[in-house]
């Protein structure tokens, strides 16, 4: 067994990290008091391969595979959540989406763009009344000769705002059984008549990504950009959502390391009774809590993603990931302001905003109550 990132995948964490330090980091405190689009972030990244890094080189990515995205979401997103976020669904769910269910002619159409950080792409599935319960979206999508007629409102869209490219799921057939069976994905670019974005939610957190409403009135979508087939697309947005999830997981490590370095370096400079307070064992505990928690989640981070690059079974371990890390996300960023003390409840320190944003980790891509029924699935089918 071999715990070391090898030359390559050292190289690009090394180069995510530079470029977060240097280009994403001195943007995040504005970006989230201003509540500012990552756009001149997203672009950076794109600049350097970072949101093609699941697309392949035919098609103008870089087709580094899913280890190489989770080492640059975690250091993308200990400089700025909203950007992680960002660059997480961008790669995984909208370029992913292509790249696994795409025709030759929606890939070259879509992704060359997409991987250069030119369009950004977001991932339309949930609904008002449809959040864990996906299959009953009711957004839906109706035959007219060589098109399809989109009608209904979605909800909740990362990058809705701003993204050019979105997979959309709407139902196709009501007539089924079983609901899921009736659900259909697209291929959905911006200029799409009939198409518009909506309201914008005002969020806790995560300030620097929108997160919005989309509106088809009679939205008239030609039958190539049908993404996969009819009624497939339950079983896209699920195998989607499933390896996504270890996105999420890098995003809550890379929260959670901001938060053991703020407090690391705030409990050697904050001086009570005569000492630094990390000279207190009560708070040394907490560092040494938060580490080993950040640890234990890196490693399931990089064991989903790496059976998810050899193809191997993954859609427990993304969870189980997306678990835990997200949990240390929130467990690190209570610390982090608690060893801050009063200091850390004002907008003086990071602290406050990694709260915020950490809180989303586990809401979104299925919340923590819903990777427990996948594992527990898995685990009385499987077996442990
Ligand atoms: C910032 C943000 C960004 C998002 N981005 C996107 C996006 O890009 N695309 C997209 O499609 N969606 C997106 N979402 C939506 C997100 O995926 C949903 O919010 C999430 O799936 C939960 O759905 P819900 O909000 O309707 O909550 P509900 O499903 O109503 O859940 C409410 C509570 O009930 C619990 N619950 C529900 N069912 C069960 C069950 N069977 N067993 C136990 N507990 C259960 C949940 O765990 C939760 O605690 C985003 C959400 C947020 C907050």
């Known amino acids: 067994m071999d715990f070391s990132l090898g030359e390559d995948l050292t190289l690009i964490r090394d180069a995510a990290r530079e470029l977060a330090d240097n280009e994403i980091a001195p943007l995040a405190e504005e970006a989230d008091r201003t509540g500012t689009f990552v756009w001149e972030q997203f672009r950076k990244a794109g600049e350097l391969g970072f949101a093609g890094m699941l697309v392949p080189e035919a098609y103008g990515g870089s087709g580094l595979g899913s280890v190489a995205l989770s080492l640059a979401l975690i250091e993308l997103s200990r400089a700025c959540a909203s950007t992680g976020v960002t660059l997480s669904v961008h790669n995984s769910l909208a370029c992913g989406a292509i790249v696994e269910f795409g025709t030759e002619a929606q890939k070259r159409r879509f992704l060359p763009a997409m991987a250069a950080g030119e369009v950004l792409g977001a991932y339309s599935l949930s609904e008002a009344n449809s959040g864990s319960d996906a299959a009953s979206l009711k957004a839906s999508a109706v035959r007219d000769g060589n ?80 993404l996969g087939t009819e009624g497939q697309g339950f079983e896209i947005a699920m195998k989607l959502l499933h390896a996504g999830r270890v996105g999420i ?86 610390e982090a302001v608690q060893i801050h003390g009063g200091a850390g409840y004002t907008a003086d320190f990071p602290v406050e905003r990694f709260l915020r944003d950490a809180r989303a980790t586990e809401i979104y ?20």
């Open 147 to 226: 098109d399809w007629v989109l009608n209904g409102t979605k909800l909740w869209v990362s990058s809705g705002s701003h993204a050019g490219t979105f997979i959309v799921f709407v139902r196709t057939n009501s007539n089924v059984e079983k609901p899921h069976r009736g659900i259909s994905a697209f291929i959905l670019p911006r200029e799409t008549p009939g198409f518009t974005v909506g309201k914008a939610e005002k969020k806790m957190g995560l300030k620097g990504s929108s997160t919005s409403e989309l509106i088809f009135e009679d939205a008239r979508l030609p039958v190539d950009l049908m």
């Open 249 to 334: 997981a890098a995003q809550s490590v890379g929260i959670a390391e901001a938060c053991l370095a703020a407090s690391i370096r705030y409990s050697g400079e904050r001086v009570q009774f005569g000492k630094p307070i990390q000279e207190f064992q009560a708070v040394q505990w907490k560092l040494a809590e938060m580490r080993t928690r950040i640890e234990a989640s890196r490693l399931l981070v990089l064991q989903a993603s790496w059976l998810k690059d050899r193809g191997e079974p993954h859609v427990a371990e993304c969870s189980m990931a997306k678990l835990f890390a997200s949990r240390t996300a929130n467990y690190c960023a209570k």
């Open 365 to 384: 891509e299925g919340t923590t109550e819903i990777q427990k029924l996948v594992i527990a699935r898995s685990l009385l089918r499987d077996g442990p």
